[in-house]
């Protein structure tokens, strides 16, 4: 049987203006990217499910990158538990010699599949998920992709497998985003979540940072220092078209967008002060949101109720707050600990990530909004900048790992754990695309069904 994992001026101003420094610290932290993500699994679930993953039949090469990438995503689950397929009998369908060796190998499910050269350089790639105590079939799909998109392939067919078996729909079909430094430049990636795939849409010699995926997954917002001063811009990830959302004195920065895509909050110290700002995606309707400039309002979330999640030190330290988009009285959310920063609320709603101090220490936490219980996921010294997968089942967020940066990832009850790092380089300023299969819909399939 299949076993599902466990569901698991003033004081107040430095205290603030300390969160900034950090992040200035950061920043400073940057070298030269070279080179993909790669990563390393840290941590696993308490329970894990056993499955074995035959070795596809057909083309040599395409099998084996098939392979390897579903293993890898299942991996990287932190759920799922891989075993070895050495020696195994490569098979296409199910049979009883299958059977009887996945089941003493101990596994709970097993996955196999071909892939065959077709016509026009398209391939023919099918698969099947089994359930070895059953000796049933869970999932089986028929996909006709060209060479170029068996990657995208692969991580489709681990999404399939991961839903089948947890429950929870998968993330391996989605993108990261993150910021790097190459030389005295900066640049804004995009990548595959594994870290595959990745490519500069952006490059400058100033500062990139608070990259903010559109909910389509279309376009990232950002802030850029090209102008030398901190100003949000939105790029279309396809085609490279830019422009800044708007031009006005002082500061824009921490760009979020509303759930419909049509508008964008923001920080600004246009009116003096920093506060919380909306404009419509296109830059016009520019409306303020808060408006005491005796405080500091920034790094707003937009929440899929349609609350803004923010942090601010009105309450004499930074703490998180939430407000009505279209203005009112703000509500304290966060009271446990002196300092709580950086919201971002779970694709649900139904729990936020947070950046919380505690002594020295910059640490992770999540809150869940029903019962206030708040748990500390991760242990610093300085972890900062969280996004939640589309899931709400992970979380990446950038770190230091032996005086680097890079990025990691945490499971929501901090028992999966991973390291994305770059070769030779700093990575920062991550955020997880949260529209489903956003690196599978660039395919072109010509056939799916099912078996």
Same mark, same amino acid.
């Given at each position: 049987?299949?076993?599902?994992?466990?569901?698991?001026?003033?004081?107040?101003? =430095?205290?603030? %203006?300390?969160?900034?420094?950090?992040?200035?610290?950061?920043?400073?932290?940057?070298?030269?990217?070279?080179?993909?993500? $790669?990563?390393?699994?840290?941590?696993?679930?308490? %329970?894990?499910?056993?499955?074995?993953?035959?070795?596809?039949?057909?083309?040599?090469?395409?099998?084996?990158?098939?392979?390897?990438?579903?293993?890898?995503?299942?991996?990287?689950?932190?759920?799922?538990?891989?075993?070895?397929?050495?020696?195994?009998?490569?098979?296409?369908?199910?049979?009883?010699?299958?059977?009887?060796?996945?089941?003493?190998?101990?596994?709970?499910?097993?996955?196999?599949?071909?892939? $065959?050269?077709?016509?026009?350089?398209?391939? %023919?790639?099918?698969?099947?998920?089994?359930?070895?105590?059953?000796?049933?079939?869970?999932?089986?799909?028929?996909?006709?992709?060209?060479?170029?998109?068996?990657?995208?392939?692969?991580?489709?067919?681990?999404?399939?497998?991961?839903?089948?078996?947890?429950?929870? =729909?998968?993330?391996?079909?989605?993108?990261?985003?993150?910021?790097?430094?190459?030389?005295?430049?900066?640049?804004?990636?995009?990548?595959?979540?594994?870290?595959?795939?990745?490519?500069?849409?952006?490059?400058?010699?100033?500062?990139?940072?608070?990259?903010?995926?559109?909910?389509?997954?279309?376009?990232?917002?950002?802030?850029?220092?090209?102008?030398? =001063?901190?100003?949000?811009?939105?790029?279309?990830?396809?085609?490279?078209?830019?422009?800044?959302?708007?031009?006005?004195?002082?500061?824009?920065?921490?760009?979020?967008?509303?759930?419909?895509?049509?508008?964008?909050?923001?920080?600004?110290?246009?009116a003096g002060g920093t506060q919380l700002f909306v404009a419509n995606a296109d830059g016009s309707g520019v409306r303020r949101l808060t408006t005491n400039n005796a405080v500091i309002d920034t790094a707003p979330n937009w929440?899929?109720?349609?609350?803004?999640?923010?942090?601010?030190?009105?309450?004499?330290?930074?703490?998180?707050?939430?407000?009505?988009?279209?203005?009112?009285?703000?509500?304290?959310?966060?009271?446990?600990?002196?300092?709580?920063?950086?919201?971002?609320?779970?694709?649900?709603? =139904?729990?936020?990530?947070?950046?919380?101090?505690?002594?020295?220490?910059?640490?992770?936490?999540?809150?869940?909004?029903?019962?206030?219980?708040?748990? $500390?996921?991760?242990?610093?010294?300085?972890?900062?900048?969280?996004?939640?997968?589309?899931?709400?089942?992970?979380?990446?967020?950038?770190?230091?790992?032996?005086?680097?940066?890079?990025?990691?990832?945490?499971?929501?009850?901090?028992?999966?754990? %991973?390291?994305?790092?770059?070769?030779?380089?700093?990575?920062?300023?991550?955020?997880?695309?949260?529209?489903?299969?956003?690196?599978?819909?660039? $395919?072109?399939?010509?056939?799916?069904?099912?078996?």
């Amino acid at each position: 049987m299949i076993r599902r994992p466990l569901a698991t001026g003033s004081t107040a101003c =430095k205290s603030l %203006q300390t969160w900034l420094a950090v992040l200035l610290a950061l920043l400073s932290l940057a070298q030269p990217a070279r080179g993909q993500l $790669t990563i390393d699994i840290v941590g696993v679930g308490a %329970q894990q499910i056993p499955v074995i993953t035959s070795e596809f039949v057909g083309d040599s090469v395409q099998a084996q990158l098939l392979t390897g990438v579903i293993q890898a995503d299942l991996a990287r689950s932190g759920v799922i538990k891989n075993l070895d397929n050495a020696g195994l009998v490569r098979a296409s369908e199910a049979n009883s010699e299958g059977y009887a060796q996945y089941a003493a190998r101990g596994a709970d499910a097993a996955v196999l599949g071909s892939v $065959t050269p077709g016509a026009n350089g398209q391939f %023919q790639v099918t698969f099947r998920l089994l359930d070895v105590a059953k000796r049933t079939q869970l999932a089986g799909l028929v996909y006709n992709v060209a060479a170029k998109d068996m990657r995208a392939t692969a991580h489709r067919i681990a999404d399939v497998i991961y839903e089948k078996l947890t429950g929870d =729909k998968g993330v391996f079909s989605t993108r990261l985003a993150y910021v790097s430094k190459t030389g005295s430049r900066f640049q804004l990636i995009v990548a595959d979540s594994d870290g595959a795939n990745a490519i500069s849409i952006v490059g400058s010699s100033e500062p990139i940072i608070s990259p903010a995926w559109s909910p389509d997954g279309g376009r990232l917002a950002y802030v850029s220092f090209e102008n030398r =001063k901190p100003g949000i811009f939105v790029q279309d990830v396809s085609t490279g078209a830019r422009r800044q959302l708007l031009e006005a004195r002082g500061n824009q920065s921490a760009p979020a967008w509303s759930p419909d895509g049509r508008r964008i909050v923001f920080a600004s110290s246009q009116a003096g002060g920093t506060q919380l700002f909306v404009a419509n995606a296109d830059g016009s309707g520019v409306r303020r949101l808060t408006t005491n400039n005796a405080v500091i309002d920034t790094a707003p979330n937009w929440a899929v109720d349609g609350k803004i999640y923010f942090m601010s030190d009105r309450g004499g330290s930074p703490q998180i707050y939430r407000i009505d988009p279209e203005g009112g009285g703000a509500e304290r959310v966060t009271f446990e600990g002196s300092e709580n920063a950086n919201p971002r609320v779970a694709a649900d709603g =139904k729990s936020m990530v947070f950046v919380k101090r505690e002594g020295g220490r910059y640490a992770l936490a999540v809150q869940d909004f029903a019962s206030r219980q708040v748990q $500390t996921l991760t242990q610093g010294p300085v972890d900062e900048s969280p996004s939640f997968a589309p899931n709400g089942k992970l979380i990446v967020y950038a770190s230091i790992y032996n005086g680097r940066g890079v990025l990691a990832a945490v499971s929501a009850d901090g028992r999966v754990k %991973q390291r994305l790092a770059s070769a030779g380089a700093d990575v920062r300023e991550p955020a997880w695309d949260r529209c489903p299969g956003s690196v599978a819909r660039r $395919t072109t399939v010509f056939v799916r069904q099912r078996l």
